[in-house]
């Protein structure tokens, strides 16, 4: 096969075609999509597979608890990959015909996306470079910017105990994290609960994350106001997502997680807590620097 290769002034190699080449597809800010209700199984003896076992949550029937879906669409995606800026717990894609939506939690529309794929020989332009290996697919398109990955971050480790139901106090998703309330869905009656712990890089310089798998977790947290029950407990999901000066990871609750509002007695530990996370092992967060690629773009 034949190959092509650019450097940068320092030396450093900017792409290489002997090696997977992805391009920039489309970048822009996330839209809000939709809502996903909350449900909550009527009784513990009650089957959790039959759908009619289940109700909504919620403190009287106008005020449904949701969680709001952000995210974006792209077309003719082969294996696409996204960057965020921001905040956002990627929750699932949609594939419907030639269009590929992805699904966030915990995000907003202030939060940026990257998303890149392998190179195509589908962008629009008069002057260009184009490679192709010797079976005709295109290696190298240079309307489209190519990934540069910067870094590779690891989660960091997990603080506190793993009680199968209550875990000791202070089980946080990570060391050195804090809470935040954040993310006040239609009809809700308080903001989310997340855990985020920010890890530096370069002051003044934007990154973007991309997190190739996530892991789940229990979040035990505190009533909303003005409902009557001592806590309420539901899922949760890790997200990554990079800022001015780094990369966050955290733990937020996912996408019409299902709910539960166990009575805990006296002496035990009261919440917020993270627990049930996955601590043999740690995802790793791929990291760019945002500052040569187009925003918006296509």
Known sequence: MSTFQAFKDDGAILFDTNLICCGLVKSGNMQYIESWLRRTLRSAQLDPNDGANWTRSGATASADWADQLHGFTVYNAVSPIVFIVGKGCYNGTLVSGNATTFYYVNSDPSTKFYCFDLMADNM????????YSDNG?????????????????????????????????????????????????????????????????????????????????????????????????YDGVEGCAGYVGGITFMFGPAGGTPEAYPIIGPGTPRPP????????????ALVINTTNYPFPFN
Request: proline share 12%; hydrophobic share 40%.
């Open 137 to 233: 697919r295109i290696t190298f398109n240079s309307l489209q910017p190519p990934l540069n990955v910067i870094a590779a971050i690891q989660a960091p480790p997990y603080q506190g105990g793993q009680g199968s139901q209550y875990p000791p106090l202070n089980s946080l998703a990570y060391v050195g994290g804090r809470f935040v309330r954040q993310q006040l869905p239609v009809n809700r009656l308080t903001a989310q609960l997340t855990f985020v712990v920010d890890i530096p890089i370069a002051a003044g310089v934007e990154f973007a994350a991309f997190l190739p798998w996530s892991r789940g977790c229990k979040i035990l947290d505190f009533p909303p106001v003005g409902v009557g029950r001592p806590v309420y407990q």
């Open 273 to 284: 807590n993270f627990y049930q996370i996955a601590i043999d092992r740690y995802p790793v």
């Open 124 to 131: 629009p332009g008069s002057t260009f470079l184009k490679t």
